[in-house]
Nanobody
């Protein structure tokens, strides 16, 4: 497993932007599909975005498509999530996750490495 630590969360007004970062250690993320998930209070953890090992292929939840962008730097062993046009419904704890599969999967139980999460709060 790869160790993951998220940063960059905070409080932002609706319409604003945040950039989340995920620093990996222990193993290279070049051997992992990387994803971002989120979990709001009282709700299940949901897939937000993912990209393949090389970073060229991405997948997004419909709710964030066109607003969020996932990227990775395999040389620096980091993954980022740029979040624009934030809405109050984006409020959640955001988790970075790694999956040793080849293709991007969206079920949380298929990812085997997880960070501890970072809180994002969007005020109206």
């Amino acid at each position: 497993q790869v160790r993951l630590v998220e940063s960059g969360g905070g409080l932002v007004q609706a319409g604003g932007s945040l950039r989340l970062s995920c620093a990996a250690s222990g193993r290279s993320i070049s051997t992992y599909v990387m994803g971002w998930f989120r979990q709001a209070p009282g709700k299940e953890r949901e897939f937000v975005a993912g990209n393949n090992r090389g970073g060229a292929i991405t997948k997004y939840a419909d709710s964030v498509k066109g607003r969020f962008t996932i990227s990775r730097d395999n040389a620096k062993n980091t993954v980022s999530l740029q979040m624009n046009s934030l809405k109050p419904e984006d409020t959640a704890v955001y988790y970075c996750a790694g999956d040793s599969a080849v293709f991007i999967r969206t079920a949380s139980n298929e990812f085997d490495s997880w960070g501890r999460g970072t809180q994002v709060t969007v005020s109206s």
